[in-house]
Every structure is written in C-alpha cells, then in structure tokens.
Nanobody
Framework: QVQLVESGGGSVQAGGSLRLSCVVS????????MGWFRQAPGKEREFVSA????????YYAASVKGRFTISRDNAKNTVYLQMNSLKPEDTAVYYC???????????????????WGQGTQVTVSS
C-alpha cells in the first residue's frame, strides 16, 4: 500500500520561507506524477504545483509562480515544495498527491490524483 507523508509545515511571517517534504513509501516513486494542492478554510482544494516523473517538467498555479519551486529526488522517494516570499493568502493545509496511473500526462486536476497525504498546515501572518 502506497503511503504519502508530508512534513515541513508551520507558522511564518509574511515574506518568510518554508520547505515542505513528502516521502512516498510502498510503491515505485519514480513512476508517479507528483503534485501539491492546498485547501484554505471554507474554500475548495486548489492546485499549487506538479512535477513529471523524471523531474524535468514543472507546473505552477499563477498565484505561486515565481515564489514556489517543486522538485523531486527519486532516489529518496521524496517530493519537495520550496515556498518563498510567503503571503497571508498562502495560509492553508497543503497536501501531497500522487498519480499512480501509467503513462498519464501531468494534470492540475485533483481528481486525477489517486494517492494523498494527510496534509500539513502552513500559516502565514501579516
């Protein structure tokens, strides 16, 4: 059974940085498209970023482009989200997600991902 475990969340002031990590166990990590999503209170879960299997192509929501960087280390079964210049509107629970399907393209849709972590809280104060 594949498990995803996020870490690295916390509370920071606006302008600060955090690095989220997601370790994947129980499967073949290098075969998975990986993504990060977030959900703020009272809002829908939204796409933040995604990365292809080889780590050569990355995708970002317009709201985080230029501030966040997604990366992966297939040797460590880990995907990262480096978050810089954080804003109060970045406050949310951040979820790591995996698309296990073979040969699929990278998607921004949450419904295309079939494995999810438990989430990690990120709080940015002004």
């Amino acid at each position: 059974q594949v498990q995803l475990v996020e870490s690295g969340g916390g509370s920071v002031q606006a302008g600060g940085s955090l690095r989220l990590s997601c370790v994947v166990s129980g499967g073949t990590f290098s075969m998975y498209v990986m993504g990060w999503f977030r959900q703020a209170p009272g809002k829908e879960r939204e796409f933040v970023s995604a990365i292809n299997r080889a780590g050569t192509s990355t995708y970002y929501a317009a709201s985080v482009k230029g501030r966040f960087t997604i990366s992966r280390d297939n040797a460590k079964n880990t995907v990262y989200l480096q978050m810089n210049s954080l804003k109060p509107e970045d406050t949310a629970v951040y979820y790591c997600a995996a698309d296990y399907r073979v040969g699929t393209e990278v998607s921004r849709g949450a419904s295309e991902y079939n494995g999810w972590g438990q989430g990690t809280q990120v709080t940015v104060s002004s």
